[in-house]
């Protein structure tokens, strides 16, 4: 008798262990996911604010995504597709001084799947003829190169007005 109750109370928490450990291990990982996916995105934002400091359009676009589904809304309308997201850049940032110095920042994270989330954040070019600035919102994509922006929402906003 002792021993049936000895084994019923082995198997109670054997079966107790087993559930908490299903129900923990998923949420960790996806907390760590999502970790590792902000940090992957904060990396590919980087380099994209590295690139443009030195002038170079071509490699801050490699952020986006390569594809003629790609899109871009701004105050000139959208454009769609790298090549017209690429023109449009060199259209209104045809030289370093209307380029200026990129400063990201308040940047908010939404993950809306494994593979996809959206980055809410400001930006500020410092510019000798006037300072630039506004906010935008990504969605990104995460494609075999990595995460990549689908589609850019990027407006101007009077200094002050950001919130």
Known sequence: MLRSIGI?????CLGASVMTTGLTL??????????????????????????????DVDAFLEG??????????????????WDAVRARY??????R????????S???FRFLEPDAALVLGHWHLT?????????FSLVWKRLPEGWRIIHDHTSAVEPGNEK
């Open 90 to 95: 060199e259209k209104n940032y045809a030289d």
């Open 8 to 12: 019923r109370l082995i198997s109670l």
């Open 64 to 81: 986006y995504s390569h594809s003629p589904e790609l899109t871009f809304c701004g105050t000139d309308g959208i454009a769609r597709g």
């Open 106 to 108: 308040a940047l908010e």
């Open 97 to 104: 001084e209307t380029m200026g110095r990129l400063e990201f």
């Open 26 to 55: 998923p949420m960790l990982t996806r907390v760590d996911s999502a970790d590792s996916d902000r940090f992957a995105i904060l990396e590919v934002l980087k380099n994209q604010q590295a690139n443009w400091n030195k002038g």
């Open 127 to 135: 510019r000798a003829k006037g300072d630039l600035g506004g906010v």
